[in-house]
């Protein structure tokens, strides 16, 4: 199993951007996904998640601009980024839940997403 995230890029302050994070290989089920962040000697935090049902949590920092959605039918998770600010500039990392089988966690390969003022 493969997570290819995607749409990163340089923009300016109060731009939007979409990412997307394609999972590829034997996929049976897939569970909570989730976008994290990280900056140069900082952890990496978590930006957004959602889960089979939908169901969403964001970081209390992109609560109103973010938006993250999947579609299980295209094994695809977005995440719909606007009034984007220079404290957004990170890379930008999917993670999911899979079962490939067994159930397992998987990473993509980080998307860098900079925002200038």
């Known amino acids: 199993v493969q997570l290819q995230a995607s749409g990163g890029g340089l923009v300016q302050a109060g731009g939007s951007l979409r990412l997307s994070c394609v999972a590829s290989g034997t996929i049976y089920r897939i569970g909570d996904v989730g976008w994290y962040r990280q900056t140069p000697g900082k952890q990496r935090e978590l930006v957004a998640r959602?889960?089979?049902?939908?169901?969403?949590h964001y970081a209390d920092s992109v609560k109103d601009r973010f938006t993250i959605s999947r579609d299980d039918a295209k094994k695809t998770a977005y995440l719909e980024m606007s009034s984007l600010m220079p404290e957004d500039t990170a890379v930008y990392y999917c993670?999911?839940?899979?079962?490939?089988?067994?159930?397992?966690?998987?990473w993509g390969q980080g998307t860098q997403v900079t925002v200038s003022s």
């Open positions: 959602i889960n089979r049902n939908g169901g969403t």
């Open positions: 993670n999911a839940e899979i079962f490939s089988p067994p159930w397992d966690t998987f």
